[in-house]
């Protein structure tokens, strides 16, 4: 239940994103609005990044590439 959980943020974090200019394409810009832990998890498997400190995170071209799947 837990990875479905994880894959439904991701989902999620992919679908609320926008692209903002000083970033890279492969990059998005999404809130995170959702529980640490998952966040966390997302952060460990590099398919997000961001400062703990910022209320947005950034999904890797990796955390883009993976919900289209």
């Known amino acids: ?3 479905k959980i994880k894959e439904l943020t991701l989902l999620l974090l992919y679908l ?3 692209k903002e200019d000083e970033l890279p394409q492969e990059m998005s810009r999404s809130w995170k609005g959702y529980p640490f832990d998952i966040l966390n ?3 460990d498997e590099d398919l997000i990044r961001g400062s703990i400190r910022s209320k ?3 999904l890797t071209s990796y955390g883009l590439k993976r919900p289209k799947n």
């Open 56 to 58: 947005s995170v950034y």
């Open 41 to 43: 998890e997302l952060t």
């Open 16 to 18: 609320t994103s926008w």
């Open 1 to 3: 239940m837990e990875g």
